[in-house]
């Protein structure tokens, strides 16, 4: 603050040379992203649905008719209402902004990561911007469409996800290290502040993304407790915010009311149908979700994980050998999916199938193996036993938010953009193994991360170029 008030041209020139490579990262993704963005348009279905709507309630009436009759989504809604009464472009502006916010969360988490293995962090890791800008274009296309660039859509996933990881930053940071990073303590208590309202946007746009929270709360405060023999009062403040707020959405009356009529819409049969045959349905989902719909980003976290063991290990143990081989026959088949092995893709999961075969138990078999097999190297490699558990934590994590979803009815009706929470927590699984391997020796470290990042990077690339090719000729999601 002294240095500021004595000469703050000079500060502000210092800082823009210290990040200069950040900066023209984040201006060049700015760009990246507007292009499609410029090709958006008010599609029909809720996007219609809700700006009528909207009009025939003030902003309170409207939220709370939501809260009693449909959603819990409160943040959502009035992020809903507010836009459905202002021109197009100024959600355009919002999108732009919190996709950016989501790329440079992703990035300081990173950061964050490399500093647990000690490593000395540049001020700028430009492999590492740029894959934050577009690793989430790796992931699955339909999934990136509805929940980034569809207008209700993003105000429901990618808003909060942004925010959420906004928020989800400090205490994480608080958890690894003991210190919220600010020197003075104004800054850090009204950081603390911040990071309970972008907690609070996160819990009241999505049950799925609330759940999530409310289990790494509880799993922040556990760590805390066992690494310094006492309990912080921040995190455990946090994690009771956390479950109030949580309970107060799931107990919503509309979400009954919703949970009833889409049953009631897409699967009337829901409630007579054997606890056996919805639990074979729902398994057919989760595995469908999971292999068929993630993009690109599981086969980037065995690139990475497969890297890390060949890099560090001399001799292999029975059950490294037989992992490794899982995980290359998943990847194999991951190559081969439109031709060769596509019957390991076909999980028939829908629903109304009377009676399934033998052979349709295969496929699930085989990735229930091989997902099994990935948790158990990404255990293996950690180098503590609090490591250890992160890596299983995050796994389950991205598991967990996906069996929310398709265990429940709501799954039939919310679709493809149920995935881009998952999603997003993949993405911080592969960024804590870039953070790992960029901690190991490497002859040339520029290309060696550039080399890691590359899968995601390059098929980031291509999907973004071709849903630009789409919007351009014609704007559609559906």
């Not at 049969?269 to 595995?287: G, H, I």
């Not at 033998?358 to 078999?365: F, G």
Request: hydrophobic share 55%; glycine share 4%.
């Amino acid at each position: 603050m002294i240095i500021l008030q004595k000469n703050p041209v000079k500060t502000v020139c210092k800082w823009i040379s210290n990040y200069r490579i950040m900066l023209l990262m984040f201006f060049l993704g700015a760009i990246f992203i507007a292009a499609p963005l410029w090709f958006v348009i008010r599609g029909g279905g809720d996007d219609t649905n809700f700006v009528t709507t909207a009009h025939q309630y003030n902003l309170m009436e409207f939220v709370v008719m939501r809260y009693l009759t449909w959603s819990s989504r409160i943040f959502s809604e009035m992020m809903i209402w507010i836009f459905a009464h202002l021109d197009l472009i100024y959600w355009k502006i919002v999108d732009l902004l919190l996709y950016l916010l989501q790329s440079f969360m992703l990035y300081q988490y990173y950061l964050l990561f490399a500093r647990k293995y000690d490593q000395p962090c540049e001020k700028s890791d430009p492999v590492a911007l740029i894959a934050c800008l577009v690793i989430p274009f790796s992931m699955d296309f339909l999934a990136l469409k509805d929940a980034v660039f569809w207008v209700t859509g993003a105000m429901n996933y990618l808003w909060p996800a942004a925010l959420g990881l906004a928020g989800f930053y400090l205490p994480l940071r608080y958890t690894l290290t003991g210190s919220t990073g600010f020197q003075s303590k104004l800054g850090s208590i009204a950081a603390q502040i911040g990071s309970y309202l972008l907690l609070l946007c996160g819990l009241v746009s999505s049950e799925q993304m609330g759940a999530i929270f409310v289990a790494f709360y509880l799993l922040f405060n556990l760590y805390y407790v066992l690494q310094n023999k006492r309990v912080s009062v921040y995190l455990l403040w946090q994690v009771v915010f956390a479950i109030i707020i949580y309970l107060l959405i799931i107990k919503a009356p509309g979400v009954a009311e919703r949970t009833v009529a889409e049953t009631q819409n897409y699967i009337p049969d829901f409630q007579t149908v054997a606890l056996s045959l919805k639990l074979n349905y729902s398994a057919r989902w989760f595995f469908d979700a999971i292999i068929n719909q993630m993009g690109m980003l599981l086969p980037t976290v065995w690139v990475l994980l497969c890297v890390y063991i060949f890099k560090t290990e001399k001799k292999f143990c029975l059950i490294d050998i037989f992992s490794l081989l899982c995980i290359f026959l998943g990847f194999v088949a991951f190559l081969l999916k439109d031709s060769t092995t596509a019957f390991l893709f076909d999980f028939q999961a829908s629903w109304g199938i009377p009676a399934f075969g033998v052979t349709s138990y295969l496929p699930m078999l085989f990735w229930m193996i091989v997902l099994l097999s990935t948790i158990v190297e990404l255990i293996r490699i950690g180098c503590s036993f609090y490591e250890k558990m992160a890596y299983l934590f995050v796994s389950l994590g991205i598991a967990c938010s996906i069996a929310v979803i398709v265990f429940s009815p709501t799954m039939y009706a919310s679709g493809d953009r149920t995935k881009y929470i998952p999603s997003i927590l993949s993405i911080v699984l592969i960024f804590m193994l870039y953070a790992k391997l960029k901690n190991l020796d490497w002859k040339n470290s520029d290309r060696a991360s550039l080399a890691l990042l590359a899968l995601p990077i390059c098929y980031g690339f291509v999907q973004y170029f071709d849903l630009l090719s789409r919007f351009s000729h014609q704007f559609t999601l559906h």
